[in-house]
């Protein structure tokens, strides 16, 4: 491996992997708990603030032009009682979610309450959808693989603002786009409310076996269960180069592939499954997010939860 290239991994998210591999857990944890920094301190009060903005922002144009067309009045009528029943719908999670959500995660009642409410200001509703009509049972009649139709959630937008903003996520569009999918597990192109408190649960309550699917999916760039050469090359050439054109780096980095897949693949398969991504994780945690970040730091964590419990 060169000089320059070792540069170039200490500087990146893959530190925590190569010296993981390379020796002891001691130094590597002590950068991994500095990598959070300053940008938590934009933390879930800011986001909050500025999703009711964004809301403010858009409603009150529309409000100016029902006030100047013909049919206004009846309009206005109508907008009010919408926004009534908004105010209703958001107040109060369904007893029946609430109930399913406190089953399927390890979410306390009251932070379901919260999250709900935290959901409701971040959705955007589908055109052609109907409003209201919540998709809170979506996965009842879902099909497994095929794209399901939602008429609201959170869109890529707004879920890569939440992840930025509030859990210090900050990563590029490929694997943005691939936490996405595995966040949104209909397949529909929002983040049902379902997902979302799942997606939420695993983040903050979620175990290390747990979170190491999460990653692992993540990582499985094309579903096929498992993690190929291709795709290790592709995400590490992703967090470690940042110019395409530094394409004389490729080299290194198939070296570095080499070594991380002698080292992740347990069963010599020649990749690597679920299992053997998990068994890496328990003999080594900081391997956790090896080919990129895609889970919260453990401050945007801790700063979350307080958020949560002070509302
Ligand atoms: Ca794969
Ligand atoms: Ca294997």
């Not at 794209?147 to 590029?172: A, K």
């Not at 694997?175 to 695993?202: A, H, P, Q």
């Not at 993540?218 to 579903?223: E, G, M, S, T």
Request: hydrophobic letters at 35%; a positive charge; glycine letters at 6%.
């Amino acid at each position: 491996m060169s000089l320059l290239f070792k540069d170039f991994v200490i500087s990146n998210v893959m530190a925590s992997t190569v010296a993981a591999m390379a020796s002891g857990p001691n130094s590597p944890s002590k950068r991994m708990s500095s990598r959070g920094g300053a940008a938590t301190l934009r933390g879930v009060a800011l986001f909050l603030a500025s999703a009711r903005n964004k809301r403010r922002g858009k409603s009150a144009p529309a409000a100016d032009a029902n006030a100047t067309s013909p049919g206004g009045k009846r309009q206005d009528n109508q907008q009010r009682r919408k926004k009534k029943m908004n105010g209703e719908e958001q107040s109060k999670c369904n007893p029946k979610v609430m109930e399913n959500a406190r089953r399927e995660t390890g979410l306390e009642r009251r932070e379901i309450e919260i999250l709900y409410k935290i959901y409701k200001k971040l959705i955007t509703y589908k055109k052609g959808a109907a409003k209201g009509k919540v998709s809170e049972n979506v996965t009842a009649s879902a099909v497994i693989g095929k794209p399901t139709t939602v008429s609201e959630g959170i869109d890529r937008t707004v879920f890569r603002e939440v992840l930025h903003s509030t859990f210090d996520i900050v990563t590029e569009n490929m694997l943005m786009d691939r936490i996405f999918y595995v966040w949104d597990r209909n397949n529909c192109g929002l983040i049902t409310l379902e997902n979302w408190f799942k997606g939420i649960s695993l983040f903050l309550r979620g175990n290390v076996l747990e979170q190491a699917e999460y990653c692992f999916k993540v990582y499985d760039l094309n579903n096929d269960g498992y993690i190929t050469k291709d795709e290790m090359f592709q995400l590490l050439r992703n967090c470690l180069i940042k110019h395409p054109q530094e394409e004389d780096l490729d080299d290194s980095v198939k070296d570095l592939v080499d070594i991380v897949m002698r080292k992740m693949d347990k069963d010599k398969d020649g990749k690597v499954s679920l299992e053997d991504y998990q068994k890496n994780v328990e003999d080594e945690p900081l391997l956790l997010e090896a080919f990129g970040k895609c889970l919260p730091t453990d401050k945007s964590k801790v700063t979350f939860l307080t958020t949560l419990k002070a509302q």
